[in-house]
């Protein structure tokens, strides 16, 4: 996922949380804001451009999708510390990345 550093997110009542903005490389118009503990200051001492992000889905067969918690970024966990978090996209007609993981993952699943 590409990233940035998302500072109109940040929340005063959660000092330490540092959101971050990431976007699917495969479909950008789909976006994550996560915060964590140093985590804006963790990805700009990286240097990388585009960041592996692992998430926690649940959900079900037949209503799919139905939630995920962002857990951790090139293998290292995000500090839940408060802070704002979300996720949305535009009007694109490409699904959700998130979604077709969990529908693989379903479908595969015994």
């Not at 540092?18 to 804006?40: A, D, I, K, M, T």
């Not at 649940?58 to 966990?77: H, M, W």
């Not at 802070?83 to 699904?95: I, K």
């Amino acid at each position: 996922m590409s990233w940035e550093c998302a500072p109109e997110h940040y929340m005063r009542a959660y000092p330490e949380a540092q959101p971050v903005r990431f976007r699917y490389v495969e479909n950008p118009h789909h976006e994550v804001v996560q915060s964590g503990r140093g985590l804006c200051d963790q990805l700009k001492s990286a240097g990388k451009p585009v960041v592996a992000a692992e998430f926690e889905l649940f959900g079900d067969k037949v209503r799919g999708l139905r939630g995920f918690n962002p857990i951790a970024v090139d293998g290292t966990p995000i500090v839940d510390v408060g802070g704002w978090g979300g996720s949305g996209g535009d009007a694109s007609t490409l699904p959700d990345p998130l979604e077709t993981e969990f529908r693989r993952e379903v479908s595969t699943a015994k």
